[in-house]
């Protein structure tokens, strides 16, 4: 799966923060080339990445088909196909007459990998990890409930395997996070909520390939992650769904006000 990075040499420019000047950048004007089956590929992380980035702001028109084609050395086929690809995700509307514009955020895919991973990655203020969080929160909280009210003799095993592999790993990065993640699953596969564990590992997926979404872990976080793991296990098991869903709740929101980075709005 493509991944974005800082490092790489076709996205690096759109790491600049347009809200600090409070105007658009203009990305580079030489030739970014890629090669073989990529190439489309490319094209639409990046147009994305410049879209959701402010390079190209809501309302503005991309530039005309062949400046693009000089911008990515690709040919107007590759162009127009990943510029329709563009249009699928919600960020660019295709007007005969009138080119390529960019559409209002309102009206973006937020939960297609490429817009996520994009909107992430340019995220200065944290306001859209907040949401997601929360997000996460509300519908981790509500399978937390009914994994209380349907769990199984099997679901029980797996979800204190997983609570006994949590602690096996404290102190070991990145395995503990790993395992943080699969007893998150394992609850979600028990509550049988299939549309809610999709969303929530797709949006979660995406955000922990972010450094200030994940945070550092010292070895006293670990023990009290594991500790709220506990708590949350044993409502489960017990079959306590209002127990279950406010330990999950809290484990979720807490956990992220400890590793939060500061920013201006919450200092």
């Keep these: 799966m493509w991944r974005w990075r800082e490092e790489d040499a076709l996205v690096r420019h759109a790491m600049a923060d347009p809200a600090s000047t409070g105007r658009a950048v203009v990305p580079p004007e030489q030739p970014l080339r890629v090669r073989g089956t990529k190439l489309g590929t490319t094209v639409v992380h990046q147009i994305v990445h410049d879209i959701v980035g402010g390079f190209y702001p809501q309302g503005s ?21 990943s510029l329709k690809i563009v249009q699928e ?3 660019v509307h295709i007007e005969h007459g009138r080119g390529t514009q960019v559409a209002d955020s309102k009206q973006w895919n ?7 991973t994009a909107i992430v990655a340019h995220d200065a203020n944290l306001s859209f990890l907040d949401e997601l969080v929360a997000t996460r929160a509300a519908l981790e909280a509500d399978m937390a ?42 609850v979600m596969a028990a509550s049988g909520n299939r549309l809610g564990r999709a969303i929530v590992n797709s949006i979660h997926g995406k955000a922990r390939q972010n450094m200030r979404y994940t945070g550092e872990y010292s070895e006293a976080i670990m023990l009290r992650t594991v500790d709220e793991h506990q708590v949350i296990h ?13 330990a999950m709740r809290a484990h979720i929101l807490g956990s992220w006000r400890r590793r939060r980075p500061a920013t201006e709005a919450h200092r």
């Excluded at 990515?72 to 590759?78: E, L």
């Excluded at 937020?110 to 996520?116: A, R």
């Excluded at 044993?234 to 406010?246: E, T, Y």
């Design 145 to 186: 409930a009914g994994a209380a009210g349907l769990h199984t003799a099997t679901d029980d095993e797996r979800i204190r395997e997983a609570l006994v592999a949590m602690r096996s790993k404290v102190g070991i990065l990145p395995d503990f996070g790993e395992a943080d993640v699969y007893f998150h699953d394992v």
């Design 89 to 91: 995700k919600g960020l």
């Design 61 to 81: 028109a991309l530039p005309p088909e062949g400046d693009l084609c000089n911008r990515f050395a690709v040919s107007r086929t590759v162009v127009r196909e």
């Design 234 to 246: 044993d409502a489960i098991l017990a079959g306590d769904a209002q127990s279950a869903s406010a």
């Design 110 to 116: 937020l939960l297609d990998d490429v817009v996520l």
